[in-house]
């Protein structure tokens, strides 16, 4: 069941095709007629899981079905039940979540007769916990040792049988153990019953296990020489069912698959090896024959006797005796004595077949073993066990080995019963709940009358499979072998083992099943049932009276009816309070009184409706399973909540940490070669300026997974010389991942049915690797020249270093060079080539800097030329102080004890159309400059409520322009352009009317002339015409003040007083 192929619904989807219903507890008539209607219509529709109430019910659809992909492993996780679909996924997530939160064992008891399944849910839980289970580098090879059991103990333990092509021929039971974090670092398997009779006998039609197959076609050519492998029809134990191939599966590659499976256990080259060596050793001792001289067996063909003999490292004369003869032990009289005994040619064939069964089923217990001790831990925490055992058969002649796995089927079926009908309606009894009893069929005499008494099954050589003896002589003969690995396989003692009665294999398996019961009854029982829809093992196949049977052997029926009429969910009132107490001030972290009560005044805090629970004399009890997801998604959120604020505390303070010392780096960049801004030396770096999680439609042009390192909106000058009367700059979204630069504009769409909507367009993409330089100016100024081979693109931006910083990082990643930073005063841009006009050849223009006033940058074109001037900044060798490198974005003043922004208060918003910025005369404060950062978080900003100002980085250096720079004009909008197209401010308040004048106030005031969004933590955000209280002014144009009950920093000049 891969995740591949396409399909018409997508299964998961809102508006999915329904068929019948997910949980069949909501069925309107309840027979088993309805019960198989309903799973035919899901069957037919490719939906092969639906619930009765928390047992999923899986019919083996015969073919890949589509949803067992990334996608719904993700989609799963952490999920409510009713979330989603009906699917094994929830149910294991289900109990890995409660084996953390309630530190419980947690198993599974997959259920169903022989080819519905089981094998493969099975794979799918151990899989999806793999999948969801963190660790690290151990927890991860205890991981691959869990997957890659799977195919090795297939190979060695199933088979093709008439009912199922890859049928379990034993039981396990598979327990993965967890730390108490949840990572899988342990695992142990119980193996039960293999069926190991098959290797030299099997109904027509059928095959061995599946590794002789997979030997003989796998096989290197050495492999085979030295193993003495032909063709399939050579080996008597194969032949005899007439079977060799099967049409879905790949015997050669499946062996490949077996020995990369041993190797990830940690059996190696020369245990493999020998492992093979028994599996051909078995197939040659088949071919081993006897005839009849005078009443005794003979070996028919001695030449048969050396191959065997050569791979198990034994003596062939010794091989022939042992064959054919036994030695039995008398006592008279108080003296024993050895005497042998030759056997006739139907006791040497059961010698043989004995000795190769023991050959097969000893390899398969030493693979066992070998994959426990490779997950060993040394104490056991809390597990998972996951069941998946044979099932049900019922052939024309049934023999000792289905006798054997029908009565552990029935034992199942027994805990199925007493947990889920049984002991759910005696529990209701003792707890004093309201309920009327409901009938079911309890199948206790059942397992009863095979435990006490005999039963009628075909009884043709049942003694001597229940007495499962291997002779001394065989044992005596394994370990006389040259090769100390088969040694290793017969441990036994001899001399000791003489003495007691052998036990039989009916014994064995009675004491496996009832040991097995009392380990799932330690443990928080979920239960799968399989359904084989039909006999052909073909898809969208449905045998109508086949399901009825198992729907009635399976008593779903009756699980419906007891789940309809009964409680969900049921807990003792610590455990319920412990689990939930998060979600009401009185029960955190405990409570105090009575638990009863406690449980009481929980429920009806969160307004659960009393119909919905009943309260038992030690438990709680909840009816609907919704008011239980109800309470779950309570509790996640809270969890959740307390979560974030720890992330968010400590991401914070990583980050400060990290920022500090980027900023330190980013400055070294430029060090004694640029003059630095004195508002931004000390300033700390966020990267996101725009917030792109926000902003899908400037995520679409960046790779799915890339991460972004860098976002501003930034100004660029384009090669326009044309004479005209004022000079543009436009608005660009400048993004920066670990693999490219993109330059995003905004354009209108000429046709279609989006005509004439402003669409963000992919201005420019530029791998990291394809910069040649980047050029600056050796002044205080914000612009520079990306050089790329075809064109150079001239930005300017307020947060140039933190992107050169950001920039050389990933540059010198991919190419493992620094990248090269040009300074002059003097830069060239190369222009792009166009298809036509005058620009078709390309050319360059130059920009040049020169000593200027104040803080802003003048520019004037000339010609091909631009020109810059600006003041001094702080000289070259300036470095960021460390001293107040944690906090925010203050800086201690000892004189005044003060904290303020490092940067200056942000002059009035501005004018924008299309693309171009002009400032007003009245915000040209004397005190203001410009705030890129606060312009990109109102780019963005939502229109539920007023905008807030959108001021641009450059817009204050550009208010001292002339107005012939339009030689750099593009006529395309940029960011800003795009998104500031009016100057209409909305009207003050949102067009409220004013309130009634309040009594003059006791402290000073001040009226918000423009709406302003705090950009950290300590500063106040406020709208037009807020009045705010004046706590303290300042001559660094911040002042603090009070508003609604908060105090913080905000700019002086956004303000007059009153």
Known sequence: MGSKGHYRYHWQSHNVKHSGVDDMVLLSKISEDSIVENLKKRYMDDYIFTYIGSVLISVNPFKQMPYFGEKEIEMYQGAAQYENPPHIYALADNMYRNMIIDRENQCVIISGESGAGKTVAAKYIMSYISKISGGGPKVQHVKDIILQSNPLLEAFGNAKTVRNNNSSRFGKYFEIQFSPGGEPDGGKISNFLLEKSRVVMRNPGERSFHIFYQMIEGASSEQKSSLGITSMDYYHYLSLSG?????????????????????????????????????????????????????????????????????????????????????????????????????????????????????????????????????????EEYNIGVLDIYGFEIFQKNGFEQFCINFVNEKLQQIFIELTLKAEQEEYVQEGIRWTPIDYFNNKIVCDLIENKVVSYDMDGFCERNRDVLFMDLIELMQSSEQPFIKALFPENLQADKKGRPSTAGSKIKKQANDLVGTLMKCTPHYIRCIKPNETKKPRDWEESRVKHQVEYLGLKENIRVRRAGYAYRRVFKKFLQRYAILTKATWPSWKGDEKQGVLHLLHSVNVDPDQYQLGRTKVFIKAPESLFLLEEMRERKYDGYARAIQKAWRKYVARKKYVQMREEASDLLLNKKERRKNSINRNFVGDYIGMEDHPELRQFVGKREKIDFADTVTKYDRRFKVCSHFQGIKRDLILSPKCVYLIGREKVKQGPEKGLVKEVLKRRIEVERILSVSLSTMQDDLFVLHEQEYDSLLESVFKTEFLSLLSKRYEEKTQRRLPLKFSNTLEVKLKKENWGPWKAGGSRQVQFSQGQGDLAILKPSNKVLQV??????????????????????????????????????????????????????????????????????????????????????????????????????????????????????????????????????????????????????????????????????????????????????????????
């Open 243 to 379: 079977s060799y191939k099967v049409e879905d599966i790949n015997d050669k590659s499946d062996f490949q698959e077996t020995l990369h499976a041993m190797n990830v256990i940690g059996i190696f080259a020369e245990e493999q090896a020998q492992v093979l060596e028994i599996v051909a050793g078995i197939l040659h001792l088949g071919n081993i024959s006897f005839k009849e001289v005078g009443n005794y067996a003979a070996v028919e063909s001695e030449e048969f006797l050396a191959f065997p003999a050569f791979l198990l490292g034994i003596n062939q004369d010794r091989l022939r005796e042992k064959l054919t003869s036994r030695q039995m032990d008398s006592k008279w009289g108080g003296k024993s004595e050895s005497i042998n005994v030759t056997l006739n040619v139907e006791q040497a064939c059961y010698t043989r077949d004995a000795l190769a069964k023991a050959l097969h089923a000893r390899v398969f217990d030493y693979l066992v073993d070998s994959i426990n001790k490779a997950m060993e831990k040394d104490h």
């Open 869 to 1058: 001037s600006i003041g001094p900044g702080l000289p070259k060798n300036s470095r960021p102080t460390r001293k107040n490198a944690p906090q925010s974005r203050s800086c201690s003043s000892k004189a005044q004890g003060q904290n303020y922004p490092l940067r200056a208060a942000p002059p009035p918003p501005g004018v924008h159309q299309n693309g171009v910025i002009k400032v007003p005369q009245h915000a040209l404060h004397p005190q203001g400059h410009a705030s890129q950062r606060a312009s990109q978080r109102s780019l963005y900003t939502s229109m539920a409520r007023p905008p807030l100002p959108q001021v641009s980085g450059g817009s204050d250096r550009l208010s001292q322009q002339p107005d012939s720079l339009d030689f750099l004009k593009v006529p395309d909008q940029g960011a800003a352009g795009a998104r500031r197209q009016t100057s209409n401010r909305p009207p003050p308040a949102g067009g409220r009317p004013k309130p009634h004048p309040k009594p003059k106030p006791q402290v000073p005031q001040c009226r918000a002339l423009y709406a302003y969004d705090a950009q950290d933590t300590d500063e106040l955000s406020f709208n037009a015409n807020d009045v705010i209280d004046i706590v303290k002014e300042d001559p660094a144009g911040w002042w603090t003040g009070r508003l609604r009950g908060k105090q913080g920093l905000f700019p002086n000049n956004y303000v007059t007083k009153v």
